[in-house]
């Protein structure tokens, strides 16, 4: 699942929505168009905004995303970013990109990008819709995952709604859009960074609400994970609980690593900066999948061997299936090493973890 600059301009808000309104109706039909960038700059430690212009100007409502491709390694992929906001004209659009330098390689060729660059993007999607309508919602995002927050937090604001931002960071230097979020929300945000030692006290926070709270978060996966399952295990509805994840936020840091198809005489190397997915495709397997974010379930292929550790990164499978390993979603979960995840503590000269999989 967005921040300030020159072109605030560009942040301004959307007219305000009613109940209905076809702005929040989810929208996936993948229009592709032409992009140009026309701002880039960094907001926040190793945080970019990139304002890029449609070609075919679409309205994005809160929650959206667009997809594009970037080149990584010389081969083009596919990544998606949170839709901040858009200007009054829906002309131009506003993402924000945290630079990930062991990731899959798309944050490093978006902080690449410069002003008048070309790139093909798709119009608005929606994955993550707002519902209007609640009795109360709270909003959380961490780190990056503000992006998909921001816009939501603004909307809410313009319909009076009865709305708390919970926003938790490593720094205050590192946290996108504070400054605009405590001036727009004042004392219905609240802040909490690591480096002071303060956390989202996640179980008080969930136990807290009642049925009629809707919650909307974005962040990294450690952190959704903790209020997923503190969420199923309290007594509230669980589709009241909405997310949306990076789909490249993991438990450790990503490796290469081997994937052996036996079904289809695969076997090939899945690099650091590329997904399974992307792997077996370039190798020549086809696959079904939706989301690439890890929250559909439909690219899911099951485990036949395993030497290594399973990086589940998707927010499809329960705990239990993370742990037994029987499936994995390919499109964000990772094989890794040592039991640690870090190539560090693996056994000196130890080869690639290598997964065996039937599609
Ligand atoms: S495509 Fe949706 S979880 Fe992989």
Request: with cysteine.
């Amino acid at each position: 699942m967005r921040a300030a600059c020159g072109c605030v301009a560009s942040l301004s808000a959307s007219s305000p929505p009613k109940a209905g309104d076809p702005l929040m109706a989810a929208t996936n039909v993948e229009v592709w168009q032409r992009g140009i960038v026309r701002e880039s700059r960094e907001i926040a430690t190793g945080i970019r905004l990139i304002v890029l212009e449609q070609e075919s100007p679409k309205r994005a409502a809160p929650g959206t995303h667009i997809d594009l491709w970037v080149s990584v390694d010389g081969e083009p992929v596919r990544r998606s970013y949170s839709v901040v906001s858009t200007s009054d004209d829906d002309r131009l659009l506003s993402l924000s990109v945290l630079l990930v330098p062991n990731s899959r390689g798309g944050s490093i060729a978006m902080h690449a990008l410069n002003v008048g660059d070309e790139v093909r993007m798709t119009q608005p999607l929606q994955n993550f819709p707002l519902r209007v309508g609640a009795t109360k919602y709270v909003l959380v995002a961490g780190g990056i995952g503000v992006t998909a927050i921001v816009n939501m937090a603004r909307v809410l604001k313009s319909l009076n709604a009865d709305y708390r931002v919970l926003y938790a960071g490593r720094t205050r230097e590192a946290m996108a859009y504070l400054n605009e979020l405590q001036e727009l929300h004042g004392d219905r945000l609240e802040v909490f960074v690591d480096a002071e030692n303060n956390f989202i006290p996640v179980e008080a926070l969930v136990n807290s609400l009642d049925l009629n709270t809707e919650l909307y978060m974005c962040g990294p996966i450690r952190l959704m994970d903790f209020v997923r399952r503190t969420w199923l295990a309290s007594s509230l509805d669980y589709p009241n609980l909405r997310y949306e994840t990076f789909g490249n936020s993991g438990w450790f840091d990503p490796e290469e690593f081997i994937v052996r198809v036996p079904s289809l005489g695969i076997e090939t190397t899945v690099g650091a900066g590329r997904s399974m997915l992307e792997a077996l495709e370039d190798a020549g397997a086809e696959l079904m999948y939706d989301c690439r974010k890890g929250e559909c379930g439909l690219c899911e292929v099951r485990i036949l061997a395993l030497e290594g550790t399973i990086d589940h990164r998707d927010v499809f499978y329960s705990e239990h299936q993370h742990d037994v390993a029987v499936k994995m979603s390919c499109c964000v979960s990772r094989a890794v090493t040592s039991a640690t995840g870090s190539r560090a503590d693996a056994p000196p000269g130890s080869a690639l973890a290598v997964v065996t999989i039937e599609v």
